[in-house]
Each structure stands twice: as structure tokens, then as C-alpha cells.
Nanobody, 128 residues
């Protein structure tokens, strides 16, 4: 059974840092395109960052570029999101998402409808 489990959320002050992890099981992780998406209160779920199956290519939403870093370790089936210089507007539920990598998907990575599998989400709250 395919499963994605996020961890690492919580409360952090503005300007602080936080690291999220998502551990996968039940599928061939190293052939899957992975992403982090978030949903703030009253807003639609939106892509934050994504990474190819090899880890060689990544992309970031403009709002997080230069502050967030996505990475993955295929040996332990985990994708990470390092978040620095957090802002109150980063407050959201963060979701890990996965889809079998296929040609052209890199250009669709910010669309949440692309992904077949989702974690349960982890709350990140940025507040003083």
C-alpha cells in the first residue's frame, strides 16, 4: 500500500527555519516525481516546490525561491523541504505529493491535479 508520511511541522517565529520530511513506502520511490504543496486557510492548495526522480532538477514557486530547498534521498525513500527565513504568509498545511515520473511532467509540477498520491499534511505556523 502506497503511503506518504510527513513530519517536522510546528510553530516557528518569523525569520526562523524549519525542516519537513516525507517518508514514502509501498512503491518504487526512485521512479517518482515528488513535490511539496501547501494550503493556507481559505486558499486553494498550491505547489511550493518539486523534484525529479533522480534529484537532479528542482523548481520553486516565486514566493519561496531563495528561502526553501527541496531535496531527496532515494536510499531511504525520503523527500525533504528545508525552509529558511520563514514569513507569516508561509503558514499553511504542507503536503507531500507523488506521481510516477513521465515525460513532460516537469512543466506541470505546480499543478496539484498532477499528483496521484498525497500525505496527510503537517501544519506549519509562522507567528511571533
Amino acid at each position: 500500500q502506497l503511503q506518504l508520511v510527513e513530519s517536522g511541522g510546528g510553530l516557528v517565529q518569523p525569520g526562523g527555519s524549519m525542516s519537513l520530511s516525507c517518508t514514502a513506502s509501498g512503491f518504487g520511490f526512485d521512479s517518482y516525481f515528488m513535490a511539496w504543496c501547501r494550503q493556507a486557510p481559505g486558499k486553494e492548495r498550491a505547489g511550493v516546490s518539486y523534484i525529479t526522480s533522480s534529484g537532479e532538477d528542482t523548481n520553486y514557486a516565486e514566493s519561496v525561491k531563495g528561502r526553501f530547498t527541496i531535496s531527496r534521498n532515494n536510499a531511504n525513500n525520503t523527500v525533504y523541504l528545508q525552509m529558511n527565513n520563514l514569513l507569516p504568509e508561509d503558514t499553511a498545511v504542507y503536503y507531500c505529493a507523488a506521481v510516477k515520473e513521465r515525460r513532460g511532467i516537469f512543466y506541470l509540477g505546480f499543478g496539484s491535479a498532477v499528483y496521484d498520491h498525497w500525505g496527510q499534511g503537517t501544519q506549519v505556523t509562522v507567528s511571533s
